[in-house]
């Protein structure tokens, strides 16, 4: 309209629209201001390549649309009849309106993709960290467990030494039943098993929960140790925390059951909890508020589900039952 030299709005959009010398420079300066707009938000395309291909080829076919639809309606929009004119506006609007939801649309549900690749990336790093830490675990039990068997040896030789009904003799009879009595741990035949067992065997006698378990593993296991830790450890974690809420110690309990039955592996633990965890329909009461909690139980359905499995938790007389069952084939 500058150019024209013109302050009607019908006579600006004659002069961009005619070939000719106020065309070609409308042209250079809307495309112009266009590159430029991209190299100014060239910092926000690292984002846009983030997306999965669907969703970009989804993308790419709106703003392609929008661009060839936007130009039928701006030519609709200068013609000489009002009522086009008209209907070509409100078109225009609702078809933007209706890509923008389009693309919040795409962003939202990417959003949801990454979120979930994430956890699952979380999770399977997480899964993979309790499998090392329970492997050194379980090196470290086997090291002590042999050096409590030396030291126990010593001691009987020694107490074959001393004389009989001597105080020497008599301390060293006590530090013998100590040492028998510290040295029952799990011996299932899965390292794993015996790792996660034993070390929640202490975390349960200091915070003064009754912890018993009974393992019948008669068949190898061909269940990866990620995956036996990412389902046996959450159990007994959530039933460790579950009890500790409770303020009777005398009413707390972890039982654990390991068990074999055709091609299947089964995980049972039971543990005492102070209120019904289940809200309506069946789905738990999520008590973990901080950053990176919550995601146990989703642990262990993935998990399960991978060895064509399924979780099965239930509320009976103030016991939550938690029953895990993978298919234990190669």
């Known amino acids: 309209m500058i150019i024209g030299q013109s302050q009607d709005v019908f006579h600006g959009f004659e002069l961009m629209m005619k070939t000719g010398t106020i065309r070609t420079i409308y042209t250079v300066i809307n495309k112009a201001l266009q590159v430029s707009l991209f190299f100014l938000l060239g910092a926000q395309y690292e984002k846009i390549r983030q997306f999965d291909k669907r969703y970009l080829g989804i993308l790419f076919g709106i703003t392609t649309s929008c661009y060839i639809i936007m130009s039928i309606l701006l030519s609709l929009i200068m013609t000489d009849s009002l009522f086009v004119m008209q209907i070509a506006i409100v078109v225009s609007w609702i078809f933007i309106m209706s890509c923008l939801v389009a693309i919040i649309t795409i962003i939202s549900i990417h959003s949801k993709y990454i979120k979930k690749e994430r956890e699952t990336v979380m999770i399977s790093l997480t899964n993979e960290l309790m499998e090392r830490n329970y492997q050194q675990l379980h090196k470290n039990q086997r090291l ?30 006590k530090l013998l039943a100590i040492t028998y009595r510290e040295s029952k741990l799990c011996h299932s035949g899965c390292d794993v098993i015996d790792a996660i067992i034993n070390c929640k065997v202490s975390e349960a006698t200091a915070g003064h929960i009754a912890f018993t378990y009974k393992v019948q593993l008669p068949e190898p296991i061909h269940i990866s140790s990620v995956d036996i830790c990412a389902v046996l450890s959450n159990q007994i974690d959530n039933a460790l925390e579950a009890c500790a809420n409770i303020p009777n110690q005398q009413e707390r309990f972890v039982q654990v059951t390991l068990w074999q039955k055709e091609t299947f592996l089964f995980f049972k633990v039971i543990n005492s909890v102070l209120v019904n965890p289940f809200i309506a329909g069946n789905t738990l009461i999520s008590k973990k508020k901080e950053s990176g909690h919550g995601l146990g139980l989703i642990n262990i359905r993935d998990t399960v589900e991978k060895y064509n499995g399924t979780l099965d938790n239930q509320f009976s007389g103030n016991q939550f039952i938690s029953i895990a069952m993978m298919q234990n084939t190669i």
């Not at 042999?146 to 004389?163: A, E, I, R, S, Y």
């Open 144 to 173: 002590i467990a042999k050096q409590v068997h030396d030291f126990t040896n010593h001691l009987k030789t020694l107490k074959g030494m001393l004389d009989k009904d001597t105080e020497a003799e008599q301390y060293v009879c």
